[in-house]
Nanobody, 113 residues
């Protein structure tokens, strides 16, 4: 089992910045890819960014150039700059291995326009 705990969400004005953190514990050696996903009210949960154990990163088109993912299996970050109202969502940390996918409880990010 892997436990994931997010922190760093909050209320910010449009154009501002936030940094999300995700701390992993348990069998973290089983994780190959860590990522951030988000879910806005009434919408599906969508990919924001991922980082592999080798350091390769992947971003949703909507956040490219504004968000930066970093870290490793133990601790992961999402630096969010130039935030927009459409970035408002619950942000979830995800850890994926060969057999299992783990989720954190989520942290709310609200961007006011």
């Amino acid at each position: 089992q892997v436990q994931l705990v997010e922190s760093g969400g909050g209320l910010v004005q449009a154009g501002g910045s936030l940094r999300l953190s995700c701390v992993a514990s348990g069998r973290i050696f089983s994780i190959n890819v860590m990522g951030w996903y988000r879910q806005a009210p009434g919408k599906e949960r969508n990919l924001v960014a991922t980082i592999s154990s080798g350091g390769s990163t992947n971003y949703a088109d909507s956040v490219k150039g504004r968000f930066t993912i970093s870290g490793d299996n133990a601790k992961m970050y999402l630096q969010m700059n130039s935030l927009k109202s459409e970035d408002t969502a619950v942000y979830y940390c995800n850890g994926r291995g060969r057999q299992y996918s783990y989720w954190g409880q989520g942290t709310q990010v609200t961007v006011s326009s």
